[in-house]
């Protein structure tokens, strides 16, 4: 239940706060499908390449923080601060905004099945990529083979580093806290894995020191590759949502970023000095 003082009150919290939230919760729980499907599904394709013999693609602690620590902050961050049209006066003088939220464009059976395909293409991306590219090879100059384990840490690599720059293509207001959260949930699993594999081998098991394969070249190669294809469609899809169709809202947040770009009007001495006009 909500109580106005005045009545005009309902013009913002519905053309301003209403639209933001609506958008906001939205690509929230589009994103919450994407980010868990496709981390679940890793774990389905791996099932059928063993013929279903039970044996996991992941270790279980990597696994349990997954929507803990490695992809839970930047979301809600997301949450506080993005906004598609920055000030509240440019969305009160084009109310005409509003009907992309009355249309529920931001949410339809179309956009929450075109996120979830694009979760199934991530999946198969973080999967496959690694384990063909790394096809049992060895990491180490030494020769000493990690087997499965090696390219289960690559994959989980990729799933986690394109979980959070999926959510980083589909951001429009960048702030420092914004930045700075990305950037450290990227770095949370390497961090989470340095120190994981310093534990004795009886907690860490397989894990212990399998994080020092990040030094080595197949490893960057298998994961960029991973993260470059798993992240193409998205991309695809932002460029042609933001820049070849025809949207009231893409028409105002470019008529608002042309008028916050633009230098100030500078003030001009008159011509004569002693006259103000």
């Known amino acids: 239940d909500y109580a106005f003082a005045q009545f005009r009150f309902l013009e913002k919290l519905l053309l301003v706060h209403g639209r933001w939230s609506y958008q906001r919760l939205s690509l929230t729980i589009l994103y919450f499908f994407y980010k868990n499907v496709s981390f679940a599904l890793v774990q389905f394709w791996y099932g059928i390449f063993t013929a ?3 044996v996991i693609w ?58 979830v395909a694009d979760s199934i293409w991530g999946s198969l991306a973080v999967f496959l990529v690694p384990l063909f590219v790394l096809g049992g090879e060895s990491a180490h100059e030494t020769g000493r083979l990690d087997g499965m384990w090696y ?27 914004s930045v700075v959260i990305t950037i450290l949930s ?19 098991k397989q894990m212990t020191h399998i994080a020092g394969v990040m030094g080595e070249g197949p490893f960057w190669l298998a994961l960029v590759g991973a993260v470059t294809l798993a992240l193409l469609p998205g991309v695809i899809a932002v460029v042609i949502e933001r820049v070849w169709l025809d949207l009231v809202s893409n028409r105002v947040a470019a008529f608002e970023a042309r008028v916050l770009r633009a230098p100030p009007p500078r003030a001009t001495l008159p011509a004569n000095p002693h006259d103000p006009d």
């Open 52 to 54: 279903y013999s039970g």
């Open 58 to 115: 992941w270790d279980d602690w990597y696994q349990s923080v997954w929507n803990v620590i490695f992809t839970s902050i930047p979301i809600f961050v997301y949450c506080m601060v993005d906004k598609d049209v920055r000030c509240q006066p440019t969305l009160l003088h084009f109310p005409n905004i509003y009907a992309d939220v009355q249309c529920g464009r931001d949410f339809t059976g179309m956009r929450f099945a075109l996120w």
């Open 151 to 177: 390219a289960s840490f690559t994959s989980f690599a990729a799933v986690h580093t394109v979980a959070n720059l999926r959510l980083a293509v589909v951001t429009r207001t960048w702030t420092i806290p």
């Open 186 to 204: 990227l770095v949370t699993f390497p961090l989470f894995a340095l120190i994981f594999g310093l534990f004795p081998i009886s907690f860490a």
